[in-house]
């Protein structure tokens, strides 16, 4: 399964930057609109993602096989990818921009270790729930929501770190941690259940019978989250947005160059080498292809050069094309509930006039587009609705929704 992977002014008009974000978009100090601008179309790529899954039951076990997944297939699940190292990084970004609106790392510290928690739990009842309709299952799916939090609370303790310490950091765990691609636990040793929590996506067997798969290991996503904490000054109001574009252009310039020297290397970085093709297209897709589970070193480095390419765009799109995504960008928790349970309940309806089972859906990759953005329209409406009720509302539970 994929990823699936926070007093009252006066209510906001549309043309209006959108109003603080929710729990895993923290609160800052300046509002920069591009980063609900990309988190915003991040989020209709995981739409489009999550329709998939839903509705096209393709003969295809893992939409990235290759020789075996056809190329409209493959490139919808590649643009998915985005998905989550950009909210991760961006929620490093976040929290280095709260810190610096209430008063410093020790704010921050205590905001990221409780919302992380909330996110954790969050993970394994409401997301699971909106993923099965059920909150007795066999299998509970640790995805992005549940590392987003985890990363979140190692962050809380990380950030009290100098700046220099923290980037180091986040560059060795992201650059080195393929280095521990050899290191495996059988299922009955003793370490099995927390490596497979840090580096390796396993079955973890619960004492009544159930498990936990954890789909997103987060070693990796510590340093993604670390990373985008070392380039919070990037975007405070001392930067102008022309020396941000810069910074990322150039970012996104050696990230990508990096990706493509490991993948012509062939050899670390990526635990599946990239091959020759029948074709043209076959090689290129086998070389764009790295490994999300975890997520590798070409992986990140692949992900994170489009992201900053995409905000440094975003940072100076025309205002409407920022503004409409950037409702979505402000409201990412709820959005990502609801759009699960709007794609179930859409689904279970499906079966029900079909009379299909679980295979009913859509017969080409192209409906699911076209789906996911008949889907994004009530969407937008519903992610508008609830930051004009959040705006309103001073109780504090809203800053978890």
Known sequence: ???????????????????????????????????????????????????????????????????????????????????????????????????????????????????????????????????????????????????????????????????????????????????????????????????????????????????????????????VITLGFSVGPWFSSRVTPEARRQRLWLSAAVSLSLFVLLRLLNSYGEPLPWSTGATTLATVMSFINPTKYPPSLAFLLMTLGVGMVLFAGLDKAPRGLSATLAVFGAAPLFFYVLHLLLLNALHQLTRVLTGQGELSGLSNILSVWGLALVAVVPMWFACRAFLKVKARTASPWMSYL
Request: charged residues 10%.
């Open 1 to 223: 399964m994929s990823a699936p992977s926070t007093s009252s002014p006066p209510e906001v008009p549309l043309s209006a930057p959108v109003p603080p974000p929710d729990s895993l978009a923290i609160p800052q100090a300046r509002r920069v609109v591009g980063i609900d601008a990309l988190r915003g179309l991040v989020m209709v790529l995981m739409l489009v993602d999550h329709a998939r899954v839903f509705f096209f039951h393709a003969q295809v076990g893992d939409p990235m096989a290759l020789p075996a997944t056809p190329p409209g297939l493959f490139f919808t699940r590649l643009s998915t990818h985005l998905c989550a190292p950009t909210f991760i990084v961006l929620t490093g970004v976040a929290a280095w921009l709260y810190g610096q609106r209430h008063g410093g790392p020790r704010a921050a510290s205590g905001f990221l270790f409780k919302r992380g928690l909330f996110l954790v739990a969050l993970e394994f009842t409401v997301v699971n729930f909106a993923w099965t309709f059920s909150f007795l299952t066999q299998t509970y799916y640790f995805q992005v929501i549940g590392a987003i939090g985890l990363s979140m609370v190692a962050l809380s303790a990380l950030l009290h770190l100098p700046r220099p310490a923290l980037l180091a950091f986040a560059l060795l765990v992201i650059f080195g941690h393929n280095l521990l691609d050899p290191i495996q636990f059988g299922a009955e040793e003793p370490g099995h259940a927390l490596w497979a929590l840090l580096h390796d996506s396993r079955d973890v067997p619960l004492p009544w019978g159930a498990s936990i798969t954890t789909a997103y290991p987060i070693l990796p996503w510590i340093g």
